[in-house]
């Protein structure tokens, strides 16, 4: 796979080949925590053929490794989103929707802030907040925490760990490959991208800014919930789309899955695949009518 050197880290991406139509925006898919750009490929396939699509590794997670460490790196979600703009633009990428897993969604909200000239919109999957629970908040750091300092190598070798990795976090179990993968990414991510990203996102400033930034964006944002996603529920995805502009008109810019847990492009690629097409298509005719 190729890669590009932005801010000190070889940024690992796959970039499909161009499609029939140049102007149409380029999707670009932003995968979560813990994770690496793999979980996208089976919904890229279903779209490439109409849309390019960009998929890459966050800085110190799947083969974007940090090679230089040091104690004043930068894992807030701005920093992670400038890193974006920068590929974006190394890569000489005019117009593109942006496509969050979770934290990946977060990014994509960051994302289109800082690089409004070029992000026409944003679809955040599995991806809300904007709500501080003071407790609930200290215990999901401190184990999230706990799990990333306990990953002994030995771990990848544990009878039925890919079997537990691929029924985390999901309404029906994945195939047996998507536990290895996500035993993979959980064992090579770097423990100091790991841990800054974490502590970084969930701090009580870093939630209650999102919302405010979300009000602000000018751009379109839609929002897929998973209806059994216990790590992000429905409601704290409802209250982030609530702040955009398009939730005025009956909360159209939410859509529910029904028997989806927190992976929805892997546990129902079709059904994100006809949303993201669908909302793409409406409003690029949206573009061209106002033109």
């Not at 800082?114 to 184990?143: D, H, S, T």
């Not at 930034?213 to 982030?240: C, N, T």
């Not at 006809?274 to 005719?285: A, F, H, N, Y």
Request: charged share 20%; with cysteine; hydrophobic share 40%.
């Amino acid at each position: 796979m190729p890669s590009i050197n932005i801010m000190g880290t070889l940024h690992t991406y796959e970039l499909t080949p161009p499609v029939a139509n140049p102007k149409l925006p380029v999707l670009v898919f932003i995968h979560g925590w813990l994770l690496s750009h793999h979980y996208w490929q089976p919904l890229i396939k279903l779209l490439e053929l109409d849309y390019q699509c960009l998929s890459y590794d966050l800085r110190g997670f799947g083969d974007s490794t940090i090679t230089k460490k040091s104690d004043w790196d930068d894992y807030r979600l701005a920093a992670y989103a400038n890193d974006l703009c920068l590929l974006l633009q190394e890569l000489e990428i005019k117009q593109a929707w942006l496509i969050g897993h979770s934290l990946g969604g977060s990014i994509a909200l960051w994302t289109a802030e800082l690089c409004p000239q070029i992000v026409a919109g944003v679809v955040c999957v599995n991806a809300g907040g904007g709500i501080y629970l003071k407790e609930e908040f200290e215990k999901f750091r401190n184990a999230g925490q706990r799990l990333v300092k306990f990953r002994p190598p030995w771990l990848g070798y544990v009878p039925g760990l890919n079997f537990i990795f691929s029924r985390m976090m999901v309404s029906r179990p994945l195939a047996l490959n998507w536990g290895r993968q996500r035993l993979q990414d959980f064992l090579r991510a770097d423990e100091q991208a790991a841990l800054g990203s974490l502590l970084e996102s969930t701090t009580k400033e870093e939630v209650h800014y999102l919302p405010h930034l979300v009000s602000r964006l000018s751009q379109p944002a839609y929002f897929i919930a998973g209806l059994e996603d216990s790590v992000m529920e429905p409601k704290y995805v409802h209250h982030l789309a609530s702040f955009h502009s398009l939730f005025g008109c009956n909360g159209s810019n939410i859509w529910e899955i029904e028997n989806c847990g927190h992976f929805a492009m892997l546990e129902h690629t079709e059904t994100v695949c006809s949303l993201i097409d669908g909302v793409l298509r409406k409003e690029e005719l949206g573009v061209r009518s106002e033109k």
